[in-house]
């Protein structure tokens, strides 16, 4: 029976973003967190493989303050457990930290037999957590999954890479990275919300995982972020023959390299 664990990320909920106009900034002041969507993938694909096999699944995260207010949404959703490390160096973390940070806490619980995470987080979406946590613990990484099956310590996975697809058995302990198609996420019961506060769940202190100041060091700054905006031409063709407004619609499009 498989032991897995779920790495996942409280993220800002985008549909409460608002861009300022102005300056093109971000109001984040009435913006509540969730479970990054990707990661719902990730967590609803455990709980389904240990509803099948047997096994456990625990979960692990790293973040800010707000960390704490996941662990019920997180564990009404199928995990046993969950493990987080709550410190302020996680609001300017890039993935090189983030890494760092959740290979040396796997290190001090203990090992898997499959780690599961989603391909990207719904924020920064930069898809490097899951294969360099891989090369830290020094075991496989497998992208783009969109199904996966666990037979005794082998894992098969299909991997979705563009037009085409690729099907890999590596043996275990692994690390996955799943797209979104590999399942559809349910949404807990009542029953489910109300036992997630009797399942256990444990705070690792960061000082705790032993790591160097380099290892806590972004790799990658984030100056500013802003909203994007697409700024229409609006041309309208008002030429009383449609064959005259086609061919000046056509002649644009080919000016514009479009056709």
Not at 82 to 87: L, P, V
Request: glycine letters at 6%; a neutral charge; charged letters at 25%.
């Amino acid at each position: 029976m498989p032991k897995i664990l779920v790495c996942y990320k409280w993220v800002l909920d985008e549909q409460d973003i608002r861009i300022n106009a102005a300056d093109l900034s971000l109001d984040i002041s009435r913006a509540k967190y969730k479970l990054s969507d990707y990661d719902k993938n990730a967590v609803e694909e455990a709980s389904l493989l240990v509803e099948k096999l047997g096994g456990t699944v625990e979960a692990l995260t790293f973040g800010t303050g707000t960390i704490k207010n996941s662990l019920k949404d997180l564990l009404s959703r199928g995990p046993d457990k969950a493990f987080y490390i709550c410190d302020p160096l996680a609001e300017k973390a890039d993935a090189f930290v983030t890494a760092n940070v959740l290979a040396a806490a796997v290190k001090k619980i203990g090992e898997y037999d499959l780690i599961i995470c989603g391909e990207g987080s719904t924020d920064a979406y930069n898809q490097q957590a899951a294969p360099r946590l891989a090369a830290l613990l020094h075991i496989p990484a497998v992208t783009y999954v969109q199904q996966v099956a666990v037979e005794g310590t082998k894992i098969i996975a299909t991997r979705k890479l563009g037009s085409c697809t690729e099907v890999v058995t590596v043996d275990g302990p692994a690390v996955i990275s799943v797209l979104p198609e590999i399942n559809k996420p349910r949404i807990p019961s009542l029953k489910q919300v109300i036992g997630a506060s009797k399942k256990p769940s444990a705070e690792i202190m960061l000082t705790e995982l032993e790591l160097e100041q380099k290892d806590l060091m972004p790799k990658v700054t984030v100056s500013s972020v802003k909203g994007f905006v697409m700024n229409r031409k609006n041309i309208i063709y008002k030429e009383p023959n449609q064959a005259d407004n086609i061919a000046k619609l056509v002649t644009s499009l080919t000016k514009e390299g479009l056709c």
